[in-house]
């Protein structure tokens, strides 16, 4: 489902003389459905940014990023934002909202987007925001003021709202309470019975190792130190 072949990465700063930055080089990352992959590797190793480039925020110097048919490194910014709703979901480390936008509709707006109709986009985002411990009188609020543990839920709870058939997921737990990590968790085991591929980072080893089935230790990837 998600296939990334020899991925390369080069950063030019182009405010700070054009300094040119190879992160990453030959980068390799294969997840069938059902499958959870965790990247691994050290802090600045380069996990975040393989994440952003199979979503397409970043792009690749060289190689193939095939999410479904779509080659992400070549495609079409129109084929992205397409592949983005109805196919590859993200959970990224902090939320990030249109201020004045109910929680409710923020966990909705994904299947809204999709054609569901508002009843039953909103039923859904309900139930996720009930699952997740949100409470009910939070929900007409925009998250922009809720707590950091808060605006994570309610950012799993977007990620989560539509049955993406790939997702990736930035430390999803990493805020998170037991009882809340718990939830998470097994909104992952069940999203892989249904046959999602799933790219996740997860600093919680315990929750790494109960979800995932391989890991990728990005700093495999990293280039020779330039002269
Ligand atoms: N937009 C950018 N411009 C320039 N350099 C960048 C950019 N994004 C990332 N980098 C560099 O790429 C390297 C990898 O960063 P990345 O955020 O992917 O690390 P990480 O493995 O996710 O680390 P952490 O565990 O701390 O989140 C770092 O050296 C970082 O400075
Ligand atoms: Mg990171």
């Known amino acids: 489902m998600i296939r990334v072949t020899d991925v390369s990465k080069t950063f030019t700063l182009h405010n700070q003389g054009g300094a040119v930055i190879p992160v990453m080089l030959g980068a390799k990352v294969s997840v069938e459905a059902g499958e959870c992959v965790a990247l691994t590797g050290a802090s600045g190793a380069g996990k975040s940014t393989l994440m952003r480039l199979i979503y397409g925020n970043y792009l690749a110097t060289s190689g193939q990023i095939r999410v479904g048919d779509l080659d992400v490194a070549t495609a079409a910014p129109r084929e992205i934002l397409q592949l983005r709703r109805d196919t590859l979901g993200y959970v990224s480390q902090f939320l990030r909202v249109v201020p004045r936008v109910a929680t409710l509709d923020v966990v909705a707006e994904p299947l809204l987007t999709l054609g569901v109709d508002v009843e039953q986009a909103r039923d859904r985002a309900a139930g996720l925001l009930t699952q997740l411990n ?7 609020l925009s998250p922009t003021t809720f707590s950091g543990g808060e605006q994570q839920r309610v950012n799993i709870a977007r990620g989560f709202v539509h049955d993406y058939p790939a997702l990736l997921l930035d430390e999803p737990t990493a805020s998170l309470d037991p ?49």
């Open 134 to 140: 949100i409470p009910e009188r939070l929900w007409s």
């Open 179 to 227: 009882q809340n990590r718990e939830v998470v968790l097994s909104l992952i085991e069940t999203a892989k019975r249904r046959g999602a591929a799933i790219v996740g980072i997860f600093h919680d080893v315990a929750a790494r190792d109960r979800v995932c089935d391989h890991e990728v230790d990005v700093s495999g990837f990293a280039p020779k130190e330039a002269a």
